[in-house]
């Protein structure tokens, strides 16, 4: 789902896992193989920490590449964790992106995705951006499922 509300426009995500919550938080932060298996984030380097910098290099426009570092928020080991850029000038533009996972029993888990851009230019960026935003939130969401259902085999 994806949408603009007032001055926030948000991508969210919610999908059903065929893989214990461990395992995707396995895949979640293996920063070192997103390559393998996230079309969104090619190149991830993360240290995952309040205050830790997470550095991505991103194929927003493919085959074109930009490096997107943001920083991280928070940090609940093995079930999710919050980053966000450091903010625009005078409140322009701010982020947020939090990932969670959510142990449903039976080797299967819950996993969420919440993107938002906050600020008087958040609308003009989903009217710029929000297409490609969105297919490349969709494509790290389905790899993160594909290569979390193959870890669980």
């Given at each position: 789902?994806?949408?603009?509300?007032?001055?926030?426009?948000?991508?969210?995500?919610?999908?059903?896992?065929?893989?214990?919550?461990?395992?995707?938080?396995?895949?979640?932060?293996?920063?070192?193989?997103?390559?393998?298996?996230?079309?969104?984030?090619?190149?991830?380097?993360?240290?995952?920490?309040?205050?830790?910098?997470?550095?991505?290099?991103?194929?927003?426009?493919?085959?074109?590449?930009?490096?997107?570092?943001?920083?991280?928020?928070?940090?609940?080991?093995?079930?999710?964790?919050?980053?966000a850029m450091k903010p625009a000038p005078a409140g322009l533009l701010r982020s947020i992106r939090e990932q969670n996972?959510?142990?449903?029993?039976?080797?299967?888990?819950?996993?969420?995705?919440?993107?938002?851009?906050?600020?008087?230019?958040?609308?003009?960026?989903?009217?710029?951006?929000?297409?490609?935003?969105?297919?490349?939130?969709?494509?790290?969401?389905?790899?993160?499922?594909?290569?979390?259902?193959?870890?669980?085999?």
């Open positions: 789902m994806f949408y603009v509300d007032g001055m926030a426009f948000t991508i969210d995500h919610t999908r059903e896992i065929a893989a214990p919550a461990a395992l995707v938080w396995q895949a979640l932060t293996d920063f070192d193989a997103y390559g393998q298996w996230n079309p969104f984030a090619v190149e991830a380097t993360c240290d995952l920490r309040p205050g830790g910098a997470i550095t991505m290099r991103v194929a927003l426009r493919p085959p074109k590449l930009m490096t997107q570092k943001e920083y991280i928020v928070s940090v609940d080991e093995g079930r999710g964790f919050a980053y996972v959510v142990d449903l029993g039976g080797g299967r888990s819950r996993y969420t995705s919440h993107f938002q851009l906050d600020g008087p230019l958040s609308p003009v960026v989903g009217v710029l951006l929000g297409a490609h935003l969105r297919r490349g939130f969709d494509g790290n969401v389905d790899g993160l499922v594909r290569q979390a259902e193959k870890l669980a085999g």
